[in-house]
């Protein structure tokens, strides 16, 4: 069965260092997400991605952080100055279609980001 | 402004006993309604959605949910729990359009012998 995949599981950095999250979604899904969860806190919506572009995005989405699908299989999640706050496990998920029956985001199983 | 409530943050129930964990949403619509599962270490599993029709859906591993409109619930239960059910169970609305999910804060489920 197709799985969205994320590496790496765990990523330790030190604060102000860039961090690249990968993930690569099911293969002919057209819709690509980034979540995260802070420890003992919901899951949160970052960003999401359609066409090359971002389509919608949340007010933790700052310039700080950046999407990108370099090919034809990965998606990038870019955070370039890493604080303490952003601590927390990324999840990365995809889609086939828009919207309508059946068509549920599926997500990778996640990357532990530790900003020391 | 849309959100989604698991009141219930941490619940331990018996082996064989009956399950139901609370999930309440605020939309201004009628959103397309999901139950998640995370296993330690794992990613977030599909268990059942809801789209349209009827309102009781089925998911996976026994798992079923009911839709109330007047209630604005989407409560998820299982006859009989098995012990590898213990995990953390997520609610989770979406737009019919597509977009992103808002979720629960989560309810964590443990299972005694």
């Known amino acids: 069965e197709p799985e969205v995949t994320q590496t790496p599981s765990h990523q330790v950095t030190q604060m102000g260092q860039e961090v690249i999250l990968r993930c690569v979604p099911i293969s002919n899904h057209l819709y690509f997400y980034w979540y995260r969860q802070i420890l003992g806190q919901k899951v949160e919506f970052l960003v999401s991605?359609?066409?090359?572009?971002?389509?919608?995005k949340s007010e933790i989405f700052d310039d700080q952080f950046s999407v990108e699908r370099p090919d034809g299989s990965n998606f990038t999640l870019k955070i370039r100055s890493t604080k303490l706050e952003d601590s927390a496990m990324y999840f990365c998920?995809?889609?086939?279609?828009?919207?309508?029956?059946?068509?549920?985001?599926?997500f990778g199983p996640g990357t532990r980001l530790t900003v020391l | 402004a849309q959100s989604v409530t698991q009141p219930d943050i941490h619940i331990t129930v018996s082996e064989g006993a009956s399950l139901e964990l609370r999930c309440n949403y605020s939309?201004?619509?009628?959103?397309?309604l999901f139950w998640y599962v995370q296993s330690p270490g794992q990613g977030l599993q599909l268990l059942l959605k809801y789209f349209s029709g009827d309102t009781l859906v089925q998911g996976i591993k026994g798992f079923e949910a009911e839709f109330k409109r007047s209630q604005s619930s989407f409560n998820l239960r299982k006859p009989s729990v098995h012990w590898s059910d213990a995990a953390e169970y997520f609610c989770a609305v979406g737009a019919r359009g597509g977009g992103k999910l808002i979720f629960g804060q989560g309810t964590e489920l443990s299972v005694k012998p």
């Open positions: 991605f359609y066409n090359n572009e971002i389509s919608e």
């Open positions: 939309y201004g619509a009628t959103p397309y």
């Open positions: 998920a995809s889609r086939l279609l828009a919207g309508g029956p059946g068509n549920e985001q599926f």
